[in-house]
């Protein structure tokens, strides 16, 4: 069963489109909604969120419906959640976080991924582990890893949490580390990158699959992109630009999970172009928009140059697009899934990737052609000349980069 707030100046239609997404959260998780129920309030209730005689209500639709798992709308506080499982007997509570991060633990594959999930799932869990153990409260046994008899259960798994959380902590800050040499190296070798971001299911393991002619998984599932995928882009000149696919965003993305995945998400931080990829015929198009654009303050990347794409726009009509052209004058419409649109984008890539390059006359020795060769992979050759005395070349060149040749400037 799924149940929704509707708070304060919200709209109904607001909350129920809220609703409507956590129910494909749970279909996700491999969940099978059998009820619903929304609520209008103020404000939560201190004890109970939605109030005890909402919950009485809901504790009869679980056991008229039979179901199993009653999922929240919304974060709830440890207390809440212990308070609702009183009232609503013999069903699992879990709010918006618990599903999301349920969601996570399904969907990592690599060892970075993996390790992120067990992460944000231990700092949800620890604040809830006396509710947990509350039927089971007993003494512990002394011996090795625990101080000794006397020790209540819960409070050494308290501890031994706290143990994991500080070597999980530690551990990505490792990865941290290696993939910042890692882009430190790419961002060296002149490659330009470019981070697809949007909201989840917007489409972006689609469009990098048809921009690059890789096999990313594609699925028509919330979070079914969590590990950070790289592919080279192909374009006409030979300087290098790469796209990185990145987990997608979600309205009241947790704080547990933006703060886990810092590793990935600073891929956002290394990017030169931000590639917002929109689910142009989603009803919540510009809501979307928002979450997206409030992740990317979170983790202070707003100011980064970014391109607009709207994708699936074979799934709108013709006055829709005509609306989102007027709205957003630089934006691209396309269809990944179809093919469309794939052209202008490269093109866009491209012209943003020459905004941030400086033209140079250079003179290069014939002894030199490992310079030559380096700066056919770091920049755009412009022309390329030979003379008596060495290579003259044009090149638009990275800032970055000029002052490695400005001993060969004319």
């Not at 996700?28 to 909402?54: F, L, N, W």
């Not at 993996?114 to 007993?138: D, F, I, S, T």
Request: aromatic residues 4%; hydrophobic residues 40%.
């Amino acid at each position: 069963m799924v149940v929704g707030i509707q708070l304060g100046a919200e709209t109904e239609w607001e909350a129920e489109q809220s609703l409507n997404e956590l129910e494909q959260l749970v279909s996700t998780a491999g969940g099978e909604v059998v009820a619903r129920e929304m609520q209008h309030r103020d404000k939560p209730h201190m004890r109970t969120y939605i109030g005890s005689g909402k919950a009485e209500e809901i504790a009869q639709t679980v056991g008229a419906e039979h179901a199993q798992i009653v999922v929240f709308d919304a974060d709830l506080s440890p207390s809440q959640q212990r308070n609702l499982e009183d009232i609503i007997h013999k069903v699992r509570i879990i709010d918006r976080t618990g599903i999301i991060l349920d969601i996570f633990a399904l969907h990592a594959h690599s060892a970075e991924g993996k390790l992120q999930v067990e992460l944000a799932q231990l700092n949800y869990l620890l604040p809830r582990l006396r509710g947990m153990w509350a039927h089971l409260e007993r003494q512990g046994v002394g011996g090795v890893g625990l101080r000794g008899p006397g020790e209540t259960q819960l409070e050494t798994d308290r501890r031994l949490m706290r143990k994991r959380i500080q070597h999980l902590t530690k551990e990505l800050e490792e990865v941290k580390k290696n993939r910042y040499v890692q882009r430190k190296k790419r961002a060296k070798q002149g490659i330009y990158n470019v981070a697809l971001i949007g909201y989840t299911n917007a489409g972006k393991s689609t469009l990098l699959n048809a921009l690059t002619g890789s096999d990313v998984l594609v699925e028509d599932k919330l979070f079914a992109t969590l590990d950070s995928t790289t592919r080279r882009l192909n374009v006409d000149h030979k300087k290098e630009i790469v796209i990185s696919d990145t987990v997608g965003f979600i309205k009241k993305l947790p704080h547990q999970l933006i703060a886990a995945f810092r590793s990935t998400l600073d891929e956002l931080r290394m990017a030169d172009l931000l590639l917002h990829v929109v689910d142009a015929s989603h009803p919540q198009m510009e809501a979307q928009i928002a979450a997206v654009e409030d992740v990317l303050k979170e983790l202070e990347v707003d100011s980064k140059p970014q391109l607009l794409v709207f994708n699936k726009t074979d799934l709108i009509s013709e006055l829709d697009r005509m609306r989102l052209k007027k709205i957003y004058p630089d934006s691209v419409e396309a269809s990944a899934a179809q093919g469309i649109g794939l052209e202008e984008i490269r093109q866009a890539i491209d012209e943003n990737m020459r905004k941030g390059l400086i033209r140079m006359h250079l003179k290069v020795p014939y002894t030199r052609g490992d310079i030559i060769q380096r700066l056919y992979s770091l920049c755009l050759v412009v022309s390329e000349t030979h003379t008596a005395d060495g290579t003259e070349i044009v090149v638009d060149i990275p800032e970055a980069s000029t002052e490695d040749y400005v001993q060969f400037a004319t």
